[in-house]
């Protein structure tokens, strides 16, 4: 169980993947020591899975983000597993979720322009067994992206 000054520490590591132990410390009035081991303790229990950098997508030349929604044709558990382990496979696919309603993936793709992302669908998606509809949603003004999750509004 997290109390509320684990809290606080993983607000600011989600906020912040390079911040200090020092500068948490410090905003928490508390020595080193203590906020290493809380960091080290939600690490091992898994609140704190990894440590990533964001990166700027129109620097990389990435322009398009589109929302894929897929159904498969057949839903044996096999045939799920398989797809999964198919997409895993494709770097351009950035988040894929199982879902309930019409359809029963959705993917998040990053692409170079439209004419890369035809060619991912028609080529690399459309080539896997058992797709039975594609339907696509192009984002055209992004407000807001993985602001993190709502750490502070946690019930203890």
Do not use: W
Not at 21 to 42: D, G, S, W, Y
Not at 74 to 99: G, N, R, T
Request: charged fraction near 25%; glycine fraction near 6%; aromatic fraction near 8%.
């Amino acid at each position: 169980m997290i109390d509320a000054t684990d809290k606080r520490i993983l607000q600011m590591v989600q906020q912040d993947g390079k911040i200090k132990i020092k500068e948490i410390a410090a905003a928490l009035q508390m020595t080193n020591t203590p906020v290493f081991e809380r960091i080290k303790r939600l690490e091992k229990e898994g609140y704190i899975q990894s440590y990533t950098a964001l990166l700027d997508k129109e620097k990389l030349g990435f322009k398009l983000t589109a929302f894929c929604s897929v159904t498969l044709e057949k839903h044996h558990k096999a045939y799920l597993d398989q797809f999964e382990a198919d997409i895993i496979q494709f770097p351009e696919v950035s988040a894929c979720y199982h879902i309930a309603g019409m359809f029963d993936y959705l993917l998040k793709i990053h692409m170079q322009d439209m004419q890369h992302y035809q060619e991912f669908i028609t080529q690399r998606l459309a080539s896997l067994a058992n797709i039975g509809r594609v339907q696509s949603s192009f984002v055209m003004t992004e407000i807001k992206t993985d602001g993190g999750l709502p750490v502070g509004d946690l019930l203890t």
